[in-house]
């Protein structure tokens, strides 16, 4: 059973940083890709940024520039740095992973950026 464990999410500042990261566990052989997604109130949930097995990241516009994904293939994580952050990057941030054409999802990570 695939599980995915996410960490690190808080209340920060405007203009300041910080990170959350994902762990993946169970029956994973092969990752199609990884990363993650979020969802404020009200608002549907989108792209934030997510990484594939060839090396592709992609990032969601509003985050582009300030945002950056790492990833470690053999621990099955993922970790996303967000600099410079804004109100409006203000959400539940989802952990996803895609495998043999099935998606995964974690419980989910408050951000709140406020001062």
């Known amino acids: 059973q695939v599980q995915l464990v996410e960490s690190g999410g808080g209340l920060v500042q405007p203009g300041g940083s910080l990170r959350i990261s994902c762990a993946a566990s169970g029956g994973i052989f092969s990752i199609y890709a990884m990363g993650w997604y979020r969802q404020a109130p009200g608002k549907e949930r989108e792209l934030v940024a997510v990484?594939?097995?060839?090396?592709?990241?992609n990032y969601g516009d509003s985050v582009k520039g300030r945002f950056v994904l790492f990833r470690d293939i053999a621990k099955k994580t993922v970790s996303l740095q967000m600099n410079s952050l804004k109100p409006e990057d203000t959400a539940v941030y989802y952990c996803?992973?895609?495998?043999?054409?099935?998606?995964?999802w974690g419980q989910g990570t408050q951000v709140t950026v406020s001062s």
């Open positions: 990484t594939t097995s060839r090396g592709i990241t």
């Open positions: 996803n992973l895609e495998a043999f054409g099935t998606n995964y």
